[in-house]
């Protein structure tokens, strides 16, 4: 199972975080961030599909045709961690090796598409700070944790 899990881990992982080497260079060459989430999300649809295919891939090689609903999970949750932890890890790369200027260039973009909308100067205030604040969590992410605790929309 090992071996099965981390096979189809690691290719999840290399589609999911080639796709999104791709595309954040393509978008941010281009100045348009439009497009990139409908292309971000359906490179992990494609990738995330491997869960399926692990799965099933083990309940016929190795399982005998069966398989219980745990195993399935615990196989899914296992190859859905390894590329996951590869997306981030390639994301970590990508952003501070060859696009340390994107949250400029996104912030950039997002402040002018929202000028251009014709909104309020209280909500484009509200609009500039919270893009401030998402470039603030880009340089030490751990403060997006912090500010998560301190924000009490998120106190139940």
């Not at 219980?68 to 196989?75: D, L, V």
């Not at 000028?115 to 484009?124: E, F, V």
Request: aromatic fraction near 18%; hydrophobic fraction near 45%; charged fraction near 20%.
């Amino acid at each position: 199972m090992k071996k099965l899990v981390l096979v189809y881990g690691i290719i999840a992982g290399l589609i999911v975080a080639g796709l999104m080497f791709f595309s954040t260079s393509y978008f941010c060459s281009k100045g348009e961030f439009d497009n990139g989430l409908i292309y971000g999300y359906a490179s992990m649809i494609i990738a995330f599909s491997m869960v399926f295919v692990g799965v099933k891939s083990f309940r016929d090689k190795y399982n005998g045709g069966t398989i219980n609903f745990g195993k399935a999970f615990k196989i899914g949750l296992f190859i859905s961690l390894i590329a996951s932890t590869i997306y981030v890890i390639s994301w970590l790369i990508n952003y501070y090796c060859f696009m340390p200027d994107f949250m400029d260039k996104y912030a950039a973009v997002m402040i002018a598409k929202a000028q251009a909308s014709g909104i309020t100067a209280d909500q484009l205030a509200r609009k500039t700070a919270d893009i401030a604040q998402m470039k603030e969590w880009y340089k030490n992410p751990s403060c997006y944790i912090d500010d998560l605790r301190r924000d009490p929309r998120w106190h139940w």
